[in-house]
């Protein structure tokens, strides 16, 4: 098949490899209909993480199965699924308390910006649309793989409720998820911390109440303003900054629960000030089938559109475009089509 490769940062290819195949019976393969570049994928993109050259890459996608193991049951070749990001048997003690992403049999989607993609725990992870979605539904069937589901997770970690303050820290589009997350769970004001127009309108769409462009010390203090100096009931913190990180401590009021999926890099935890203040940290990596069934119906019911943070789609061979795009913030996110 041909697939997304990775060989260096800032080298992106869209080049033969080899086709996944089932190894264990627990495994699916999907045909991808269509894929995306998250922005965790810009780390190794831009040389934060380390890359293994030639290495498939990408980690969200929908599409339709291809082929089952001999233990698969709950999906049948045919089938159009919604692939989490982070496969589970949702079936492990991990998976019950409702940390999927912590499963004992954790498996990842290794070449979501490819052709197939093998699921190592079918049963667990895969939900199946009820036939075949229109297209139209597409982008945000794909949104719910990570993006929307990881937004909501930093909702549920921070505790939104109902009638709650609730400031988003960063303008991705798992930021914009988090103000649709917030704005679903009834918060009275989301205050979306944003410095670029396309993305402030996606997030007044999503429900923002206010936009707060500055950053840093200024934004914190326009945060200050808006709250009367009392601060946020909830923080979202959706970019995995040390700067991001303090803002979001800074801003939150004592009490409070700052809901983290920025997947940290450089980060220090102000530890003294979440003692003086009470507030804490929870979140992380996303359990993505927690989620599924909920999202997936506020999806198909018209609730919810977080397809909207896709503004720009390529076919996949131009992936290395959509790389650039995301790189220097031409696009939020970029949809990729076989």
């Given at each position: ?7 260096a ?35 190794p ?10 290495a ?15 233990e ?18 949702n079936?492990?003690a ?14 990842m ?43 909501w ?102 009490g ?18 979440m ?64």
């Amino acid at each position: 098949m041909r697939a997304t490769t990775i060989h260096a940062p800032g080298d992106i290819r869209f080049e033969d490899v080899a086709d996944p195949r089932i190894e264990k019976p627990t495994d699916a393969i999907v045909k991808v209909v269509a894929g995306c570049i998250c922005g965790s994928d810009l780390w190794p993109y831009r040389g934060e993480n380390d890359v293994t050259a030639g290495a498939t890459i990408g980690h969200e996608c929908v599409g339709v199965v291809e082929e089952v193991g001999s233990e698969v049951s709950a999906t049948r070749v045919g089938d159009f699924v919604i692939v989490p990001f982070c496969h589970s048997d949702n079936t492990c003690a991990h998976c019950r308390a409702g940390v999927q992403s912590a499963c004992v049999n954790l498996g990842m989607t290794q070449s979501g910006q490819g052709e197939y993609a093998r699921v190592t725990q079918a049963d667990g992870s895969l939900v199946a649309t009820d036939g075949m979605p229109d297209d139209h539904l597409v982008p945000s069937l794909l949104a719910l793989t990570d993006v929307m589901a990881t937004g909501w997770h930093a909702a549920v970690a921070a505790g939104v409720q109902p009638g709650h303050t609730v400031v988003v820290v960063g303008d991705g589009a798992v930021g914009l998820s988090g103000v649709l997350a917030a704005s679903q769970m009834g918060a009275e004001r989301v205050i979306a911390m944003s410095r670029h127009e396309p993305r402030q309108e996606i997030a007044r769409a999503f429900g923002a109440t206010d936009v707060v462009a500055e950053r840093g010390k200024e934004g914190e203090a326009r945060i200050a303003d808006l709250t009367d100096g009392v601060g946020a009931d909830a923080v979202l913190e959706c970019v995995g900054t040390d700067g991001a990180m303090r803002t979001a401590f800074t801003v939150a009021r004592p009490g409070s629960t700052v809901g983290f999926v920025g997947v940290p890099h450089g980060v220090e935890l102000p530890v003294r000030r979440m003692f003086q203040k009470n507030v804490g940290l929870a979140g992380g990596m996303a359990p993505v089938r927690r989620y599924l069934p909920d999202l997936l119906d506020r999806v198909l019911s018209g609730a919810i559109d977080p397809g909207r943070v896709f503004d720009l789609t390529l076919p996949m061979a131009e992936s290395a475009e959509g790389y650039r795009a995301m790189d220097e913030r031409r696009a939020i996110k970029v949809l990729l089509r076989p």
